[in-house]
């Protein structure tokens, strides 16, 4: 029988490298390490992204896109995220940031 990792609670090989930011959601939401209300945070977080992101791709011109498109550009922000979030030690680290630090700041590129 396999001993719980207490520290490390999240499995590393249950985390996709393509999908890694939503599946870091998903395990951290299994081991209990995402609130519900740390959930919704990040989704307002993502909606807001999304509405600046689709403003940029409108020039401003026009609230409304191809749901295509918007899928389009959650799909890259989401990746952006995850690359982010892949530079961190562990699994744990990367959801503790998630939980203190504001989305926008896992876009902007040094």
Not at 68 to 96: C, H, N, R, W
Request: glycine share 2%.
């Amino acid at each position: 029988m396999e001993t719980p990792d207490i520290l490390h609670p999240i499995k590393k090989e249950l985390l996709s490298p393509k999908y890694y930011f939503q599946s870091l959601i998903e395990q951290a939401r299994f081991c209990g390490l995402l609130s519900d209300r740390d959930l919704s945070v990040i989704q307002t977080d993502l909606l807001l992204i999304l509405a600046e992101q689709t403003d940029k791709w409108n020039r401003g011109e026009s609230s409304s896109i191809p749901i295509e498109k918007a899928q389009d550009i959650m799909t890259s922000i989401l990746f952006v995220i995850g690359i982010q979030l892949k530079s961190y030690q562990t699994p744990e680290q990367a959801v503790d940031m998630l939980k203190s630090e504001s989305l926008k700041n896992f876009l902007k590129v040094d």
